[in-house]
């Protein structure tokens, strides 16, 4: 996204427009056939009359929530402190400091904490009246559009039974000074995989490899670990909802209903990170 911004502005209309269009095609060829696909033409028990598109329950092109840390969200955001986090359990093994909800995770969270129903978008799709009329028309099939179809779905605002987020990976002490700075620090508790980092779009990231994928490359098969500087003043990487889930693939080897980033056979998603 910011590559194609910066290509718009430099000029290159056509070339971005181009590279747009492949992102989305491949986007949406990817979140289609999933659950996450709500529209008319979803494959879940859960799909909405109103419109076809895919990716308008979050995304939009315009009117998008500008606070959000995801791509122009399309959905109203939470309170960072309407949510009771797990860090309030006061358990010893907590070892990392913990930021206010944020992130990616308070945007997978408006989803998922079962206070907004899945058609509440900021941006109805359709141009005009028309457009909109259709989507204020549309209709229901499934119980899921509130989030009432268990635990895992609806989350709800206590996530003190869920996996901490907002969470400094490894007990904290990895950090760099500014986004683009070297990264310091191993992390503090030596029960967790060192973390891979390096600089992408001027922003140093950090990332976990797994199994399968390309060593000290940042894939989407990996635990994917996300900059904040929410707690002290350097960026420095946390486990957030998306480190372990990719919104956009369900399925990997037919075993992943859960939006796994690997399949946790034997375990695997939890060993990726934890030393045990």
């Known amino acids: 996204m910011k590559k194609f911004l910066s290509l718009m502005s430099g000029g290159l209309a056509a070339g971005a427009v181009l590279m747009g269009v492949m992102f989305s095609q491949g986007a ?3 979140v289609a056939n999933t659950k996450h696909n709500l529209g008319s033409t979803g ?42 986090t797990y860090d309030s359990l006061g358990t010893s093994s907590l070892d990392g400091a913990t930021a206010p909800v944020g992130s990616v995770s308070i945007a997978c969270l408006s989803c998922h904490d079962g206070t907004q129903a899945m058609n509440v978008v900021l941006n109805a799709p359709g ?33 003190r039974n869920d996996h901490p987020i907002g969470i400094q990976y490894a007990g904290g002490g990895i950090t760099a000074p500014t986004k683009a700075g070297a990264s310091t620090g191993s992390g503090k508790d030596p029960d967790f995989v060192a973390p891979v980092n390096d600089v992408a779009g001027g922003t140093r990231v950090w990332w976990v490899d797994t199994a399968g994928g390309t060593v000290n490359s940042r894939e989407k098969t990996d635990m994917l670990l996300y900059t904040r500087n929410d707690v002290g003043a350097t960026y420095q990487p946390f486990v957030e909802c998306a480190s372990c889930h990719d919104p956009h693939v369900e399925n990997v080897g037919n075993a992943n209903p859960t939006f796994l980033r690997i399949s946790n056979a034997g375990s695997a998603v939890c060993l990726a990170c934890h030393v045990k």
Do not use: M
Request: hydrophobic fraction near 40%; charge should be negative; charged fraction near 10%.
């Open 28 to 30: 949406v060829a990817g």
């Open 127 to 159: 141009s005009g009246a028309a457009g909109d009329a259709s989507w204020a028309a549309g209709t229901w099939t499934g119980s899921g559009q509130l989030n009432a179809v268990g635990l895992i779905t609806n989350l709800g605002a206590d996530l």
């Open 43 to 84: 494959p879940g028990a859960n799909k909405f009359s109103g419109t076809a598109e895919v990716c308008v329950f979050c995304h939009t092109p315009h009117g998008s929530d500008t606070s959000a840390a995801v791509p122009l969200w399309n959905r109203t955001l939470a309170t960072p402190g309407s949510y009771t």
